[in-house]
């Protein structure tokens, strides 16, 4: 009999995951380059920080919406048909946003953005869980959807406060960062497919079944999770560099270095702890990401312009929520999905934690910063923490390497179920 080492297309799964992992970066780039450039926008079309946490929360309110019916899509229909499309079409409308005249307009733009984007995110993943070999699901998507922090938030401050120094204003900057995904998505034409795995699985399902998806118990606490891990670094990544700029006083090059931070730290976290989670299982990884998160959170708060801190401290605050994200959405949400609706159940995780922790959080950090203060915004990221511990603590475990052990200890020692 062939052995499934045997088979495993390694170049496939390569090349998928090399372009995938690109694609989920450039997403993350189009979507979070503004916010290095907020204090220019914020002048330039006379916006308060409350129409900040608008713009925010529009797209990620989309972005959830479509998560949802794409995923749906995807299952039906296969990957490439939605794939390709959303890298063109959300490239294009990245460089459009540089052309807003105002509130409307940019929120217009951003907020179609989301379609393509929130599109793209959970297709994006269950095409990485058919193109990883099982055993190392965690490890893959976590690299895939390491792209996002490494593009967004450690490149993107860095790219954006450079090129305002290069090109006449902030709107040319959207433009320029717009070229590589039009590149990207003639690439993936080429590469991406649909795999015989998945294609099988989809005959066999037929029309997808949201109430069999809604059944599963680590879904709905996937659900629950990923809007609190979400609360935490939308907020962070939308607004911290108002904080920065306007409550800690640093630079404009100032403030691009020490956000960087976030995409660096969720970089590393998206890669580390989902193969972490491999090995120890995913239920300690995600609870031990939070409880982290919330110690760094409360650290980040203490400190006024240290920015060696300030950078360390923001690390590992994205690192422990980009990293549970990152679990979340990939290897509990793809090993928990019923079979053949993978997409489906990634795409429901996702939107739900797009719509509440992705667009509701903005709107109340925008708030509390206009009305309280921006610089308590940090403590609405120490409560998203905190709830996360609590709902974590109710997840069933999924990694295979650990419920293969608990098999063989259940095998080896009946009395052993009492423990399970």
Request: positive net charge; contains cysteine.
């Amino acid at each position: 009999m062939t052995t499934l080492q045997e088979t495993w297309n390694t170049r496939y799964e390569r090349n998928a995951i090399i372009l995938l992992s690109l694609g989920f970066g450039l997403v993350g780039l189009d979507r979070w380059i503004i916010a290095p450039l907020l204090p220019n926008i914020v002048k330039d079309l006379n916006l308060s920080y409350k129409d900040v946490g608008y713009i925010t929360g529009a797209l990620g309110m989309v972005w959830g919406v479509f998560a949802v019916i794409a995923g749906n899509w995807s299952d039906k229909w296969g990957h490439r048909k939605i794939l390709i499309p959303s890298v063109l079409l959300f490239s294009l409308l990245s460089g459009i946003s540089g052309m807003a005249t105002g509130l409307v307009s940019l929120i217009l733009v951003r907020s179609l953005m989301g379609v393509l984007e929130g599109a793209y995110c959970p297709t994006s993943f269950a095409a990485t869980a058919a193109a990883a070999k099982p055993s190392r699901i965690g490890f893959m998507q976590g690299i895939q959807q390491s792209g996002f922090p490494l593009f967004a938030l450690a490149l993107g401050p860095i790219i954006a406060t450079q090129l305002l120094l290069i090109v006449p204003s902030w709107r040319e900057v959207f433009w320029v960062v717009a070229i590589p995904g039009f590149i990207l998505g003639v690439l993936m034409f080429f590469v991406i497919k649909d795999p015989q795995k998945a294609k099988q699985t989809q005959k066999g399902t037929g029309r997808s079944n949201w109430v069999e998806v809604l059944k599963t118990k680590n879904v709905i606490l996937c659900m629950l999770a990923l809007f609190c891990a979400m609360a935490c670094i939308l907020v962070l990544s939308g607004m911290i560099s108002l904080y920065l700029a306007d409550y800690i006083n640093l630079t404009s090059q100032q403030m691009g270095g020490v956000m960087s931070a976030i995409g660096f730290g969720g970089f590393v976290g998206q890669f580390v702890l989902p193969g972490l989670s491999d090995i120890i299982g995913r239920k300690k990884v995600a609870i031990g990401s939070f409880v982290l998160a919330a110690l760094f959170v409360l650290l980040f708060s203490r400190i006024e312009s240290d920015t060696t801190w300030l950078f360390l401290t923001l690390f590992m605050i994205s690192l422990c929520c980009f990293g549970v994200i990152a679990v979340i959405t990939g290897p509990i949400a793809t090993e928990s999905a019923p079979v053949g609706l993978v997409a489906s159940a990634i795409g429901l995780v996702v939107g739900a934690g797009e719509i509440f922790g992705g667009g509701i959080a903005p709107f109340i950090g925008g708030y509390v910063a206009e009305h309280f203060g921006i610089q308590n915004i940090v403590y609405q990221i120490f409560f998203g923490a905190a709830l996360g511990i609590i709902v974590c603590l109710f997840l069933d475990e999924t990694a295979p390497a650990i419920l293969a052990k608990r098999k063989h200890t259940l095998v080896r020692n009946p009395i052993a179920i009492e423990e399970l």
